[in-house]
């Protein structure tokens, strides 16, 4: 589903991502760890069609398309979603309709029939408890006064009505007390599906031990330098990233 | 004080049929105290001439255009058909309609028996009484300012307000200002209106400034309001004149003890506004709110110049100002909070915050404190740049285009000021004007 070969990118003259490769197949979770200014993030928002990010070389391929010719709401149309490590509040926009909006937006693009206003607040209405999320917080401004574990809690709640194909999950852990990881964790192994993928990038293996990744890969410096099954993260835990890093270093 | 009058602005074309008729009012129209404050407001516009941008007061605004134009007043009897005017109408208002400055009786609510407490006039009748007379001119004294000097010399009419002690207008007084130029000719205005507001009376007024055409006009209003002690007034002002209006506004507000007063501005109309706005916080406890939104586009222009002035102590004062930008616009924000040596534990707030649609509009802001008490609390802020492009990029991450997302974050800016309009007709009005503002308008529509 996804291929993303040899990719580098920079911000403002400085490289980021230095020749990354990684190949994500449809139904697995594949989860990225790494230590602070590794580049997890910029991976995650290049995907999602960030435009700040310069793109130096390589390739991403998404369902055998280009991905980075495409502008970010061509990419969430095609079923790319990224929840956000800080989501953005929109005041005075309310969470019900700006999703209704999004969803409609990405249904007419994809020549499907919008939904009216019944069928979308039935729909709300059953996904809302995927993540336990008070329903007068539907009725709120996007993400406005929400804390910090309720916003984590309606991006996936976005995922949840968007229903992408490729979700990639930017920290959605940093925060969270174990509860409410728990809850975001019930919601996300909720929507695991034979034909969705997820990307979950973390720095902490907790969140793995509620979402069970099938392949784990250290980032380390802008590439990955090894990848391995779930009880990598573990590894990780006990040892740290100091290993991984000076690895790194002789490469 | 001494002036400069810029001879070139002197001998202006606009200059010359306003001073010709400045003596026809002089020698027909009023009489006594009246006549005597139109002179002395004639003289002194004579003195102050068109203000020029070497005035620090001015500097922003260059009202030159104004200067250089034959405006002349409309001399029809003020009469409107009735489906010209249902287009500003609001749901579940009493209406004083005026035409180019004066009062149009048959389609103005002026017959309200059913309101114990409350007169609503046409000014021009209400004048004949000395005592509401001598009150022209108390707030705002026409020697300071050229545009009050203006309209106090040639004002023809108005609206007079009286709300009795403990009286409350249960529905919002709309005052509706109409502009139209007949035959083409660019026509000038010079509405004039007085709020008496008695002890614990309560009342909903909003001003509407709305043209009929697309031809030239300058509309130059003065409102004076005498709030009294513990009475509540809610003030809405809103200017949507075509792009060809000039509009140099002067409104003065004065606040008795427990007062609470509060403005709510909108201006998204006329080729040049300048709204001179002043609070006089003259009681105790007196609770002043002056907020604003500005929505400019092409070479438009929009001046708030604000005067909150705390004269007695534990008095409150708070300004929020929000303006969009784009085009070639230009917005000037001038605040000024001035706190006397007896105004302790004054509370002042004062914000002012810009949205750059474009690279090319200018928003200027200056917040001016000046304090002479000690034990006060004034903060003001102020912040202008455009939208942040992390925001663009989380809505379009969910699907949404590029001009779509750019429109929702652009109401959600003007939102925090729209749910501050507590007239729902009003707010439906603005709400309405954003959605046709924004290129992605529907979505917004949808999303709100």
Redesign the interface.
């Given at each position: 589903m996804l291929k993303i070969e040899n990719l580098k990118a920079s911000v403002e003259g400085q490289e980021i991502l230095r020749g990354l490769s990684l190949e994500v197949k449809a139904g697995e979770v594949h989860a990225i760890m790494g230590p602070n200014g590794s580049g997890k993030s910029t991976l995650a928002?290049v995907l999602?069609?960030?435009?700040?990010y310069e793109i130096d070389a390589g390739s991403v391929t998404y369902d055998g398309e280009d991905l980075l010719e495409l502008?970010?709401?061509e990419?969430?149309?095609k079923g790319v979603?990224?929840a956000?490590q800080y989501?953005?509040e929109?005041?005075?926009?309310?969470n019900t309709?700006?999703?209704?909006?999004?969803?409609?937006?990405?249904r007419k693009?994809r020549g499907e029939q919008e939904l009216d206003a019944m069928e979308f607040l039935k729909l709300v209405r059953e996904k809302v408890k995927v993540v336990d999320l008070d329903e007068s917080l539907m009725k709120r401004?996007v993400n406005d006064g929400f804390s910090g574990g309720e916003k984590k809690r309606n991006e996936i709640f976005?995922m949840a009505v968007?229903e992408p194909r490729l979700a990639i999950l930017d920290e959605t852990d940093s925060g969270l007390d174990i509860d409410a990881l728990k809850t975001v964790a019930a919601g996300v192994n909720s929507l695991r599906t034979d034909g969705r993928a997820f990307l979950v990038i973390t720095h902490y293996q907790r969140l793995l031990e509620y979402i069970v990744p099938d392949v784990v890969h250290v980032m380390v410096d802008g590439r990955i330098v090894q990848s391995g099954g779930k009880e990598l993260a573990l590894e990780l835990e006990s040892k740290g990233y100091g290993w991984l890093e000076s690895k790194a270093g002789a490469a | 004080m001494s002036v400069p009058v810029d001879t070139q602005i002197s001998d202006s074309p606009a200059l010359g049929p306003l001073l010709e008729e400045m003596q026809t009012l002089g020698e027909q129209g009023s009489t006594g105290p009246l006549l005597s404050l139109r002179q002395h407001a004639g003289e002194a516009f004579r003195r102050l001439g068109f203000p020029t941008t070497r005035l620090e007061e001015w500097r922003f605004t260059d009202v030159s255009r104004v200067a250089n134009t034959r405006f002349l007043p409309d001399p029809r009897p003020p009469e409107l058909a009735a489906e010209r005017l249902a287009p500003f109408l609001y749901a579940g208002c009493r209406n004083v309609v005026l035409l180019n400055g004066r009062v149009v009786s048959e389609l103005s609510d002026l017959d309200i028996s059913d309101a114990p407490g409350l007169t609503v006039r046409s000014l021009a009748e209400a004048l004949e009484e000395p005592a509401v007379a001598e009150r022209i001119g108390s707030l705002l004294p026409p020697d300071q300012h050229p545009f009050v000097a203006l309209n106090t010399a040639l004002f023809r009419d108005g609206v007079y307000l009286e709300v009795e002690a403990g009286a409350r207008l249960e529905e919002p007084l709309h005052l509706v200002f109409l502009g139209e130029t007949p035959d083409g000719q660019a026509t000038v205005s010079y509405p004039r209106n007085l709020f008496v507001l008695g002890e614990r009376s309560e009342c909903t007024v909003i001003e509407t400034y709305a043209s009929l055409d697309d031809g030239e006009s300058l509309t130059c209003p003065v409102t004076e309001v005498l709030a009294g002690a513990s009475s509540v007034c809610k003030h809405f002002k809103v200017q949507k004149e075509s792009l060809a209006a000039n509009h140099l506004a002067s409104f003065q507000v004065r606040l008795d003890r427990a007062t609470n007063f509060s403005s709510h501005a909108i201006t998204h109309g006329g080729a040049l506004v300048r709204n001179d706005v002043g609070a006089l916080l003259d009681g105790e406890g007196a609770v002043c709110t002056l907020n604003g939104l500005y929505v400019v586009a092409g070479e438009q222009q929009v001046d708030n110049h604000m005067r909150v002035e705390h004269k007695k102590p534990h008095t409150y004062s708070h300004e929020l100002f929000k303006g969009i930008l784009d085009g070639n616009a230009k917005t000037v924000f001038n605040g000024r909070i001035y706190v006397h040596r007896e105004a302790q534990k004054t509370d002042a707030k004062q914000s002012n915050r810009n949205l750059l649609l474009s690279d090319q509009a200018i928003a200027h802001s200056n917040p001016q404190l000046e304090i002479f008490a000690d034990d006060v609390r004034c903060t003001h802020g102020s912040t202008t740049g455009h939208l942040e492009e992390e925001a663009v990029f989380y809505l379009r991450s969910r699907g949404i285009d590029e001009a779509a997302a750019t429109s929702l974050l652009t109401y959600a800016f003007a939102s925090e000021f729209v749910d501050l309009v507590e007239v729902e007709a009003l707010r439906r009005d603005l709400q309405n004007f954003l959605f046709s503002r924004l290129t992605g308008g529907d979505i917004v529509r949808q999303a709100v």
């Open positions: 928002q999602a069609g960030r435009e700040d502008a970010p709401e990419r969430a149309q979603f990224l956000f989501p953005v929109i005041p005075g926009v309310s309709y700006f999703l209704k909006a999004a969803l409609n937006s990405i693009a401004p976005h968007l | -």
